[in-house]
């Protein structure tokens, strides 16, 4: 399985402020997925990161709230913009699992809190 | 579009009890189901999954899920409850996008509490 570490793990930010999450995978993966999980929720996609063209976001989420980089096989980052409290929210990053047996597997992250005042 | 449902919020078992967190699911095709745990301030952690073959799938931690076809449901299940079983868990089915881009459609989870 993928060993994945996120940084930061927390974080307490003010309101209309931005913050970059970042998301490491110990090694090469086409895809990659950045869920939110508010609190006392499921995880909601937010987009898919395929290295070489543009995250696919999903409905509700766009480019310009939640831009993503993903400058190679082993990175990524989601930066949340223009913070309100309603973006307070666990977001992990995802990757699928190795060879087409593991494909539909998905190993997570482990998360990064992040509460907005 | 593909869907699960986790119609309980909460399950609570007595340890050494067995433990049943329920799922169905609404999917076009066959199904790609899956169980995920998420233990307190931990990521999620794969469980087990089914794509075909046998209705009884046997995964981590002595987890098993029984997919029922007719039902639609693919509950899971362990015959004897452990306390570092407490976690949320989440049934899971995966939803092929128009390019095959796959992605994992989460249910809302089940909060299961495992009383010593």
């Known amino acids: 399985s993928a060993v994945i570490s996120q940084k930061p793990s927390r974080d307490i930010c003010q309101r209309g402020t931005s913050l970059t999450i970042q998301c490491q995978v110990d090694s090469q993966v086409t895809m990659m997925f950045w869920y939110r999980q508010q609190p006392g929720q499921s995880l909601t996609l937010i987009a898919t990161a395929n290295q070489g063209s543009e995250a696919t976001y999903e409905s509700g989420f766009v480019i310009d709230k939640f831009p993503i980089s993903r400058p190679n096989l082993t990175f990524s980052t989601l930066t949340v913009s223009n913070m309100s409290p309603e973006d307070s929210s666990i977001y992990l990053c995802?990757?699928?699992?190795?060879?087409?047996?593991?494909?539909?597997?998905?190993?997570f992250g482990p998360g990064t809190r992040l509460t907005v005042l | 579009a593909q869907s699960v449902a986790q119609p309980e919020d909460q399950v609570n078992v007595a340890e050494g009890n067995p433990l049943t967190v329920k799922c169905t699911y609404s999917?076009?095709?066959?199904?790609?189901l899956f169980w995920y745990v998420q233990y307190p301030n931990r990521g999620l952690q794969f469980l087990l999954k089914y794509i075909t073959g046998d209705n009884l799938v046997k995964g981590s931690y002595g987890f098993e899920a029984e997919f029922n076809k007719s039902q639609t449901s693919f509950h899971l299940k362990k015959p004897s409850a452990l306390v570092s079983d407490s976690a949320l868990y989440f049934c899971a089915v995966r939803d092929r996008g128009v390019n095959r881009d796959d992605k994992i459609i989460f249910g809302k989870g089940t909060r299961l509490h495992i009383l010593p």
């Open positions: 995802s990757v699928p699992g190795p060879g087409l047996e593991a494909y539909n597997e998905q190993f």
């Open positions: 999917v076009s095709g066959n199904p790609y």
